[in-house]
């Protein structure tokens, strides 16, 4: 029966998760997924997040089915979030917003989506992007396409090839963007540089499809999401896809979102639809533990705070490890900068080390790490850095 199934090679980012478990190696390290990981090496829960739980718990909640598209006030959450409490845009009812499976299922909800309607667009990503972005696109019947970012020899971005090549695109094409900590680079667009992709998109009449797991690692709550609040100013028509996994340390609970910034409030109730019918045919309605934890805490003042602050801890100890690996390499290997390591964002480093240094890395050093050389600065920590610092410092030398 089942003869002809191909074997999966497995997952470039969540297959390290197995081979790191297995490691029998007592100093090996894990820098593969994008997880953040305490000083201690220690996955957190959140203080906001264990103060939810025990409303959850006490007295025991019955546990009906969720609406499709999620609890009122985790889509208010969401929306909250990305657009600011007292925009206009959500005073007009112009956003569709559902909760979804994680930032991915928003993704695949959205893929689909377009999909249906826009049969004919083709999709863009970044070179490099997550490879899940193309896995997913690919997945919901999009052809997809590479445009021009990340410069090897700058360590920044490819700006007038970005521009020249959006210019070439078709009207309804999707662009997906990540409007801060680019996930695998860390190098992101600055403020002026959004300004001019966002006229291009607009310009062309391109569909913009934004999409950021990691609000509160770059800058703060705010900047991190200038690109989607200034493309809403611009009177763009656009995707929003939005995750709790990293910045509520809620990764197993799947909280997710998928908003959609439309031209009145009699679309957004149509765009809304076709995203619950989607959800239903795909799986039904969201998870209910994590979507009540999120609307606990994102909707209770104190709550809200707390967790605003929890979050910057954890940005700030990826900072000061950044600048800790970056002095250690400059001091192991005179004369050669690591600055890129301190100039970019969030979670991840895209450190350069060719798929060969990875591999010895991993084997001689049991130091994980994505093969295009990427790694989650989240998981280096006091223990661990000089170690990482050391085997880096030995696969680059040569
Ligand atoms: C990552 O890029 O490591 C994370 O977004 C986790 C994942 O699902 O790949």
Not at 268 to 284: D, E, M, P
Request: aromatic residues 10%; hydrophobic residues 40%; contains cysteine.
């Amino acid at each position: 029966m089942f003869s002809h199934v191909e074997p999966y090679a497995g997952d470039p980012i969540l297959g390290l998760m197995d081979k790191h478990k297995q490691d029998p190696r007592a100093d090996k390290v894990n820098l593969g997924v994008g997880v953040y990981f305490d000083n201690d090496g220690k996955l957190p829960v959140l203080n906001c997040v264990q103060k939810a739980e025990a409303q959850i718990a006490n007295p025991p909640k019955p546990r009906p089915y969720l609406p499709m598209d999620g609890l009122p006030g985790y889509r208010a959450a969401c929306q909250n979030l990305l657009f600011g409490k007292d925009a206009q845009v959500l005073k007009d009812k112009r956003v569709a917003t559902t909760a979804t499976i994680g930032g991915s299922g928003a993704l695949k909800v959205g893929a689909d989506f377009i999909h249906a309607w826009f049969p004919q667009a083709k999709c863009y990503v970044s070179d490099p992007t997550w490879a899940n972005h193309i896995g997913i696109f690919e997945g919901s019947g999009f052809a997809v396409g590479k445009y021009p970012y990340y410069d090897a020899a700058t360590n920044g971005i490819k700006f007038d090839e970005l521009i020249a090549f959006l210019n070439t695109l078709q009207a309804h094409d999707v662009v997906l963007l990540h409007p801060c900590c680019h996930n695998p680079t860390g190098v992101d667009l600055t403020q002026a540089q959004w300004d001019q992709v966002l006229e291009v998109v607009k310009a062309k009449n391109l569909l913009a499809f934004m999409d950021i797991a990691y609000q509160g690692f770059g800058e703060d709550m705010d900047a991190d999401v200038y690109a989607i609040r200034k493309a809403v100013d611009m009177g763009l028509l656009f995707f929003v896809s939005n995750s709790f996994s990293k910045n509520l340390s809620l990764y197993g609970e799947r909280v997710g979102g998928l908003s959609v910034v439309c031209k009145d409030e009699a679309q957004a109730k149509a765009v809304q639809g076709q995203l619950q019918f989607n959800i239903r045919r795909i799986y039904s309605s969201p998870p209910s533990h994590g979507g009540h934890v999120v609307d606990i805490v994102m909707n209770d003042d104190a709550l809200f705070n707390e967790w605003v602050q929890e979050v910057y801890v954890m940005r700030d100890r990826i900072k000061d490890m950044r600048q800790k690996l970056r002095d250690s390499l400059e001091a192991k290997l005179p004369g050669r900068s690591f600055e890129y390591i301190t100039k970019q964002n969030g979670m991840f480093s895209y450190t350069g080390l060719t798929p060969e240094q990875v591999a010895r890395i991993i084997k001689d050093f049991g130091i994980y790490m994505v093969a295009n050389g990427r790694i989650s600065v989240a998981g280096l920590n006091a223990s661990n850095i000089d170690y990482v610092a050391n085997a880096m410092a030995e696969v680059l030398k040569d």
